[in-house]
């Protein structure tokens, strides 16, 4: 967590589970054990990218890295929340959020399950996480639906899993600044590490698909980082919201022919047009697409996010072609709402670690530093650009 916010890195602790971690470690900070205790993983999107707030299709899986929150009742008042990786104690309570930006999750969350009737009494929360921060790995809302598990264990709240996503949600719009879909918070509720989770944002309707056959998943961290409250995102999503306007429709998710745009002025024929093709992509490779094919469609994506969406920078659209030259490489795309982050490559299973050495290498001779998040690197071969290396360029 970093109480300067998303677009901060956090120190981690190399190898650290925060699953078996994070209840040694709330005894250690609050002097008793915790009485309950939730986790969430931080999550990749293969394909399907600002569609989900256009009432579209996604196609996220999640990461091996998770967010764990552990929670006790407090002497109060109000409430503790302690960062394990900044070694950081926030305290609060409902009627005004605290200044540091992690907790500012928490208090989102608190404060949406109050609104909805629940009585909560004071708490001590301890957070833990390996998700990378800053990267477009979904690591809000892992933290957000972490402690609402956490919540939902130590309270009894017969909330389910779709639940606690809409009230992560919430939480971020209202308390975050970010006008975020529900993809994020859907898949680190629901999704696993072995399957894409296909989603319909609309209906929520959801099926979970295999990865493509001969496929395996490698994400690159550009070193770029981004705080999508004061990024672009807010406003790509105000104009699809104008674009819908005015094509007379609820969402750009009613609109099936890319030609219906064009009728639009820039930049909203754009930011539709890719609206439009990317739900068209994420239909097609969650028809059973194989593995060159989805290469192909993510390739397709990344260019309508660079030229269409205007979302791209130019190292991560260095760091992806290099991905895209490789011969073990289907296909790559920036992942996540983009303005810096991470890239997600589609490899032949095995060549993961090579690939990331031949694309880091090269990315670094160009001038930048990246880091390889997923799959994570033997703890013997980290070191600068490795995965434990949390802001591979100390000047951005």
């Known amino acids: 967590m970093s ?27 609050f002097g008793r054990p915790p009485e309950a205790g939730g986790d969430a993983p931080g999550r990749v999107n293969l394909l399907g990218e600002h569609t989900d707030y256009n009432d579209g299709y996604v196609l996220p899986t999640a990461i091996p890295q998770r967010t764990r929150v552990d929670v006790a009742r407090g002497a109060g008042p109000g409430f503790r929340v302690h960062a ?3 070694r950081d104690t926030a305290s609060f309570d409902l009627a005004a959020p605290p200044a540091e930006h992690h907790a500012r999750y928490v208090h989102g969350c608190l404060r949406e399950l109050a609104d909805g009737g629940v009585v909560l009494p004071p708490l001590d929360l301890h957070l833990h996480s390996t998700v990378p921060i800053g990267v477009g790995l979904s690591s809000s809302a892992a933290l957000e639906v972490a402690t609402l598990r956490a919540l939902r264990a130590l309270l009894g709240l017969a909330l389910d899993d779709v639940e606690i996503a809409r009230l992560a949600q919430r939480a971020e719009i209202a308390y975050a600044g970010v006008q975020c879909g529900i993809m994020d918070p859907m898949a680190s509720s629901l999704a696993d590490t072995d399957h894409m989770l296909f989603l319909d944002t609309r209906s929520l309707e959801r099926t979970l698909l295999p990865l493509p056959r001969g496929g395996a998943v490698l994400v690159l961290d550009s070193g770029i980082a981004r705080r999508l409250a004061d990024s672009g995102y807010n406003r790509r999503r105000d104009e699809c919201r104008e674009a819908a306007r005015r094509l007379g429709v609820a969402s750009l998710r009613e609109i099936d022919d890319p030609a219906a745009v064009e009728s639009l002025p820039d930049p909203l024929r754009a930011r539709a047009r890719h609206v439009v093709t990317e739900n068209a992509r994420v239909l097609e ?10 290469g192909a469609l993510m390739d397709a994506s990344h260019a309508s996010l660079r030229d269409d969406y205007a979302v791209s920078t130019p190292e991560l659209d260095a760091l992806v072609a290099l991905l895209q030259a490789h011969p073990d490489v289907h296909g790559a795309r920036l992942t996540g709402a983009g303005f810096g982050g991470a890239c997600v490559a589609l490899c032949v299973p095995g060549r993961e670690g090579a690939v990331a050495a031949s694309a880091l290498a090269a990315y670094r001779a160009l001038g930048h530093a990246g880091t390889q998040r ?9 070191g600068p650009g490795g995965a434990d290396d949390p802001c591979p360029d100390p000047g951005r």
């Open 3 to 29: 109480a300067g916010g998303p677009g901060h890195r956090a120190p981690s602790r190399p190898g650290a589970d925060p699953v078996a971690e994070g209840p040694r470690g709330f005894a250690a900070v």
């Open 84 to 86: 394990a990786e900044y």
């Open 285 to 294: 490779a969650a028809g059973g697409a194989d593995a060159a094919r989805f």
């Open 374 to 382: 997923v799959p994570e690197p033997d703890p013997a071969d980290r």
